[in-house]
């Protein structure tokens, strides 16, 4: 089935230089970007993406780390995106994450692990709608489509 996900480069994976390698793995393995773009996250949208966890005890670490610098914040589609993404994203603490995956090759600690996806269809649709404005996705076809699927 034809998905959307949300997916984002973390404050360490854009200090540590990680934005094109990342994009270019989604881009390589033949998803398609709806939408991009930089951007400093404030504290009320923290806290609303990190809703689920509010009781935790790392919640304020959480929220003050991915609003500690710039994001890169994006929409892939594709077929089975969410769950296809969330396994080239990798374990989220990298020391369980599989070499080959994104944790797994370039994290080490759960409190850094450089980039988020979304965990399901409804929390993909909730995160895209959180960050972004129907106007800021675009629908097209790849011309190398009939190649992928
Ligand atoms: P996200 O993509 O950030 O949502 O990570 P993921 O879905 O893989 O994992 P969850 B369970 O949603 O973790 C959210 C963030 O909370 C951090 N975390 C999580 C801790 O610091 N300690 C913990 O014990 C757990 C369970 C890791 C995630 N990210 N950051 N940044
Ligand atoms: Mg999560």
């Not at 934005?19 to 270019?24: A, K, T």
């Not at 995106?81 to 759960?110: C, F, L, W």
């Not at 649709?125 to 011309?143: A, H, P, S």
Request: proline share 3%; aromatic share 10%.
């Amino acid at each position: 089935m034809m998905e959307k996900t949300f997916i984002m480069v973390k404050p360490d994976g854009v200090q540590r230089g990680l934005i094109g390698e990342i994009v270019s793995r989604f881009e390589k393995k033949g998803f398609v970007l709806a939408g991009a773009k930089l951007m400093q996250i404030s504290t009320e949208l923290a806290e609303e993406h990190y809703g689920e966890h509010k009781e935790r005890p790392f919640f304020g670490e959480l929220v003050d780390f991915i609003t500690s610098g710039p994001v890169f914040a994006m929409v892939w589609e594709g077929e089975d995106v969410v769950k296809t993404s969330r396994h080239m994203i990798g374990a989220t603490n990298p020391q369980e994450a599989n070499p080959g995956s994104i944790r797994g090759d370039y994290a080490v600690t759960v409190g850094k692990n450089i980039i988020h996806g979304s965990d399901s269809l409804e929390s993909a649709e909730r995160e895209i709608n959180l960050f972004f404005n129907g106007n800021e996705l675009v629908d097209y076809t790849r011309q190398d489509k009939t190649w992928i699927y």
